[in-house]
T-cell receptor, first 111, second 119 residues
Framework: GQQLNQSPQSMFIQEGEDVSMNCTSSSIFNTWLWYKQEPGEGPVLLIALYKAGELTSNGRLTAQFGITRKDSFLNISASIPSDVGIYFCAGRSANTGKLIFGQGTTLQVKP | GAVVSQHPSRVICKSGTSVKIECRSLDFQATTMFWYRQFPKQSLMLMATSNEGSKATYEQGVEKDKFLINHASLTLSTLTVTSAHPEDSSFYIC???????????????FGEGSWLTVV
C-alpha cells in the first residue's frame, strides 16, 4: 500500500539531545498526525495538525504542517530515556480521505 | 485513558479456525472505523474501512472473504479472520474517528491492538 517517506529510519542519541524527524510525500494531505508506538501496543497520538503552516507543541514535542501540505516534521527537545519507541507520521489523503503511515522512526536514547 | 478499545489483546488459535477481534469506541460514536495490520518492525498497513450499516471497503490485495468485517453499531466493529493460517499471525489494530463533540472531528484514535498467533 501507499506510504509516506519518513526519515530517519532510526536514531540513537544521548539523553538531553534534541531529535528531529520528518515525513514527505508527493501527495497533498489535509491532516498530519504524529504517533508513538511502544512494543506490543497500539499507536498513541502525540500531535495533530490540521492546517498548512500550523506549528503545534505538546510539552517537549513540536510538530509542523508543511506549507506545501506535502510534508511535516516532529522535533523532540531534551530527550529522556522514556522517549524510546517508534514514531510514526500519518497523513490523511486529501484525495481519498484515508490515513497513510510513514515507515516509522525508531528512537533509542542512551542515558 | 483509552478512547478506542480492542479485545482480545492476545489470542492464539489453531490453523483452520476463525478468530474474532472487537473494536469499540468508548467515548464517542464512530460511523467509520479502520482496520490495520502490522508485521514486526513494519509500519501499519490499512486493510479495510468499516462503515456502520454498510459493507466494508477493502484495500487492494486484502481478501474480503477471509477478513470479515462487521460494523453493527456506531461503537463496535469486528474483524473475523476466517480459516486462519500461520501467515495470518500479526498485530491487528483498529482506529476510529469521532464525528463531533469534545474529542474533535479530525483526530483518529487507535485501539491497543490485538496480537494474533496461529499455530
Amino acid at each position: 500500500g501507499q506510504q509516506l517517506n519518513q526519515s530517519p529510519q532510526s536514531m540513537f542519541i544521548q539523553e538531553g539531545e534534541d531529535v528531529s524527524m520528518n515525513c514527505t510525500s508527493s501527495s497533498i494531505f489535509n491532516t498530519w498526525l504524529w504517533y508513538k508506538q511502544e512494543p506490543g501496543e497500539g499507536p498513541v497520538l502525540l500531535i495533530a495538525l490540521y492546517k498548512a503552516g500550523e506549528l503545534t507543541s505538546n510539552g517537549r514535542l513540536t510538530a509542523q504542517f508543511g506549507i506545501t501540505r506535502k510534508d511535516s516534521f516532529l522535533n523532540i527537545s531534551a530527550s529522556i530515556p522514556s522517549d524510546v519507541g517508534i514514531y510514526f507520521c500519518a497523513g490523511r489523503s486529501a484525495n481519498t480521505g484515508k490515513l497513510i503511515f510513514g515507515q516509522g522512526t525508531t528512537l533509542q536514547v542512551k542515558p | 485513558g483509552a478512547v478506542v478499545s480492542q479485545h482480545p489483546s492476545r489470542v492464539i488459535c489453531k490453523s483452520g479456525t476463525s478468530v474474532k477481534i472487537e473494536c469499540r469506541s468508548l467515548d464517542f460514536q464512530a460511523t467509520t472505523m479502520f482496520w490495520y495490520r502490522q508485521f514486526p518492525k513494519q509500519s501499519l498497513m490499512l486493510m479495510a474501512t468499516s462503515n456502520e450499516g454498510s459493507k466494508a471497503t477493502y484495500e487492494q490485495g486484502v481478501e474480503k472473504d477471509k477478513f470479515l468485517i462487521n460494523h453493527a453499531s456506531l461503537t463496535l466493529s469486528t474483524l473475523t479472520v476466517t480459516s486462519a493460517h500461520p501467515e495470518d499471525s500479526s498485530f491487528y489494530i483498529c482506529s476510529a474517528q469521532p464525528g463531533q463533540g469534545r474529542l474533535g472531528g479530525n483526530t483518529i484514535y487507535f485501539g491497543e491492538g490485538s496480537w494474533l498467533t496461529v499455530v
